[in-house]
């Protein structure tokens, strides 16, 4: 083989697992939960019809079965469109949230799910000025649906087993 | 001294792969150090005022427990899903104690601890439960606050990463 057709075959092979990697199903869904977390974040309280879209735009992150347990205080949600009401009451309420996923650690997909789990980074503002931080372990179910993948189940994991 | 050489002199030194090497070491090491061996992290919320503010900066001490089991007293890092985000907390209860709070006073196989870095503590009340062969309980030093807004609870050994040190 020339040297020439060598550099030839090792540019497509290269390129080949350069597109395996970007679209490989690990980078899918880091990309999709941070979309996720994009979404969900603010840092004003604007409730106008662009914040509105925007919040709206979280269902099609979701599965129609969606189901989030956030743990104590918070009570499970059921469905796509329980999250996004969910979502534009918090944007309503409380005018900075900020939600980062870290830590991301995906389970290779077994079929059409993959098994995620990630710590999240809360940290937000109240109405008096406020600030808290807050940080949960995820146990996150992903789903392939529609050629894309979607948040199937979110439920936190208690980092400390509760003695009370 | 002409020209720029006495800036060459004093960013590279008179033999400039001599300080390249040195930088190399200097930079592994700090990246050892800070990176694994005493991992700095940022202290956020409330739950272990006064000792540890918001915002304040504390170290990991990856080492200490190769050498000795974590005791009671301890400020420890607990890991979560990955290195990025830990609980910080503090071990009030060793495996195999019987620990109870009785109106915010923990005590440990019947007796009251005696707990200084305590400010101000609320009527915490939590029935008696023995600790398994693997598990510590750990509660953040600030008890003024109701106790279902604390996160406090039991964790097993390998998740505590190391003693904190705060400066």
Redesign the interface.
Known sequence: MSRRAAMAVGLLVATFAGYRWWNGDERQIRRQLAAVAAVVSHDSPALGVAALAEVAGLATYLAPDVTIDPGPPGAPLRGAQDVVSSAGRLRAAVPVFQLAFVDVQVAPAAGDTATVRATARISMQGRDGAGSTDARELEITMRWLDGRWVVAAARAVPTLQPVR | MPGRAWLRLAVVGPSPSRTLARAAVLLLVSAVTFGWLLRPVRG???SMRPTID?GALAFIDRTAYWWRPPARGDIVA?Q??????V?I?RVIGLPGEQ?AIRDGVVEVDGRPLVEPYVARRRPWQ?AP?RLGDD?Y??IGDNRDMA??DH?????ARD?LLGPVRVW
């Open positions: 956020a919320g409330i918001d607990v979560m899903a990955g290195p990025s985000v609980f907390k620990i939590v439960f598990e309980l750990l106790a279902e996160d406090f609870g039991t964790a998740r």
